[in-house]
């Protein structure tokens, strides 16, 4: 089966530090990946997605980045965190030949 | 634009039924779907429907599909106080670099004993 791990679960951060976040999935291949933010009370926000390794689609000019070194693994970057940065940050997966939406646990992240 | 709405906040008391109302905007959306998210989870995928339904039923579960008006509804039969969570009401789209979900801001669903 499936799986989709997110590191780490929580994580505080002071104003310009530096920011990684990782996820990874088990049990399948050449997965679609996400990464979504949700800030406190609101949505979800699409930040990236990647439909092949090395592939990376920006959906929000920010000071955040996202790469795929590996089939499946997504990482989410930012060289100097901003205190609106603060949110909870889920990645997620989709099969490429089928629509439903796997999320991970998500990283809660307070930037102070 | 790309917006998905839906109300923020609904309140219903043990053993009533429980409707979520959301609206979309992209007629070509293929699926559209209900999430879940308890406290400090991640969503969880109650239930989709393909866009040429009108409806679908599962369980407590029914989901109706207005596609003119681009109205999607969700609702909870006899519900439970383990179904207070936020409920995340996404549509689908699909391009040449894959699909992409656009989500709701999510309805905060309160369920009194």
């Known amino acids: 089966s499936q799986t989709i791990h997110q590191w780490p679960a929580t994580l505080v951060q002071p104003v310009g530090s530096p920011l990684s976040l990782e996820c990874t999935v088990e049990?399948?291949?050449?997965?679609?990946l996400y990464w979504y933010r949700q800030a406190a009370g609101r949505g979800l926000q699409l930040l990236f997605y990647s439909v092949g390794i090395g592939q990376i689609s920006s959906e929000v000019p920010q000071n955040l980045s996202a790469s795929r070194p590996q089939d499946r693994q997504f990482i989410l970057s930012s060289k100097k965190l901003l205190l609106s940065d603060s949110g909870f940050y889920l990645c997620?997966?989709?099969?490429?030949?089928?629509?439903?939406?796997?999320f991970g646990p998500g990283t809660r992240l307070t930037v102070t | 634009g790309e917006d998905v709405e839906q109300s923020l906040f609904l309140s219903v008391r043990e053993g009533d039924s429980s409707v979520i109302n959301c609206t979309y905007t992209d007629s070509s959306s293929t699926y559209l779907y209900w999430y879940k998210q308890e406290p400090g989870a991640g969503l969880q995928l109650l239930t989709y429907i393909f866009s040429n339904m009108d409806m679908k039923q599962d369980q407590r579960l029914t989901v109706l599909l207005n596609k003119k008006d681009k109205h999607l509804s969700l609702r909870i039969a006899d519900t439970q106080t383990g179904d207070s969570a936020i409920y995340f009401c996404a549509e689908s789209r699909g391009n040449t670099g894959g699909f992409k979900t656009i989500f709701g801001a999510g309805t905060r669903l309160f369920v009194k004993a």
């Open positions: 049990g399948t291949s050449n997965p679609n």
């Open positions: 997620a997966w989709r099969d490429g030949g089928w629509n439903e939406q796997y």
